[in-house]
């Protein structure tokens, strides 16, 4: 996602920014890429990323749930000599895609590319007219089914955690008023009827609609959970030394870097309430600083680093852990009601 300082959101989720990858130096700085190394670059997106490991020396196996990323990408394959594979697959299954030796490093940009956001027929921009869709693989559940069939509760739920909507049950109380006399078809229907339910104050910084097409887009995309599925995947498929580096651009994905990593430390946890839990071996160690962030001159060179945030670990050579989604502390989004209920 497109975000921007303080809350974490910018008005870049609605307009168009080239693609420029984010904390680049920070990236390469973290995964040490060079001959004889294999790297998985889980987002490829534009490529920005796996361009410059190939640069330095490194083979990359990029993945990408979207589609049109893979066509876009394939030039790239054919000019890298073999050194580059390109498979169109969500990055929560990216260890089928690890050799049996183990990878050396795993990077994951999250969030929805810039070039998807230019797409005025992908939905995502609440500023371009297009159909109201959202989804990175063009399959599966749209935002226009969820926003005209889903319960008004559901609704109030997805954009005040998944959107940090405070007006979130005005909105959704809205939404089901208007789609009883006509569905909502564009993205240009939603955004309008925001900003009408709550208005742009002088002093806000972002659209109105800023946060309800973010909860979306997650939602559809199923963009928290998939994260967290990668990660383990990521335990399971780097090599002792292999380093995993992650990019974040909201803090609801950056709580499920930083809990995992924090999980995975060996470190025994407890509470007041509970008693200190046996320690554990350490399957991944820290690198660096706890979180690194873009510079003022990054930042104003590229508005999308503003809220960036990479986190890094290096896996040691004790087994992976089973996958526990309960260290997340997620809600069970799945649990909402159908869309057709």
Request: charged share 25%; proline share 5%.
């Amino acid at each position: 996602m497109v975000t921007d300082q303080g809350g974490g959101f910018s008005d870049a989720d609605g307009g168009p920014i080239r693609h420029i990858p984010v904390l680049l130096q920070e990236v390469l700085a973290s995964l040490d890429p060079g001959p004889g190394k294999i790297i998985l670059d889980g987002t490829f997106g534009a490529g920005g990323y796996t361009a410059a490991l190939l640069d330095a020396g490194a083979d990359v196996i990029a993945l990408d749930r979207d589609p049109a990323a893979i066509a876009a990408g394939q030039a790239m394959v054919d000019a890298r000599g073999g050194h580059l594979t390109l498979v169109h697959s969500q990055f929560s299954g990216l260890a089928a895609h690890a050799p049996e030796g183990g990878l050396d490093g795993i990077v994951l940009d999250i969030g929805v590319s810039s070039m998807q956001i230019d797409e005025a027929d992908r939905g995502f921009s609440f500023q371009r007219k297009g159909p109201l869709d959202m989804r990175m693989s063009s399959t599966g559940v749209s935002a226009a089914d969820v926003v005209n069939r889903a319960k008004v509760s559901d609704l109030t739920r997805i954009f005040g955690f998944l959107g940090e909507e405070p007006q979130s049950g005005r909105i959704a109380r809205a939404i089901e008023k208007r789609r009883l006399e006509e569905p909502f078809v564009t993205t240009r229907d939603l955004a309008g009827l925001i900003e009408v339910v709550t208005p742009r104050k002088m002093k806000d910084k972002i659209h109105p609609a800023t946060r309800v097409f973010q909860a979306l887009r997650i939602f559809v995309n199923d963009e928290l959970g998939e994260l967290a599925k990668a990660l383990f995947a990521a335990e399971r498929s780097l090599k002792p030394g292999g380093r995993l580096t992650v990019v974040t651009f909201h803090s609801l994905e950056d709580r499920i870097v930083k809990k995992f990593f924090q999980d995975r430390s060996g470190k025994a946890s407890g509470s007041r309430h509970m008693p200190l839990a046996h320690e554990r071996a350490a399957t991944f160690a820290p690198v660096g600083k706890a979180m690194v962030t873009s510079s003022e001159e990054e930042a104003d060179r590229n508005p999308r680093a503003r809220s960036a945030k990479m986190r890094v670990g290096a896996r040691t050579a004790v087994p992976p852990e089973a996958d526990d989604l309960s260290i997340f502390d997620l809600p069970n989004l799945a649990s909402l009601g159908k869309m057709g209920a």
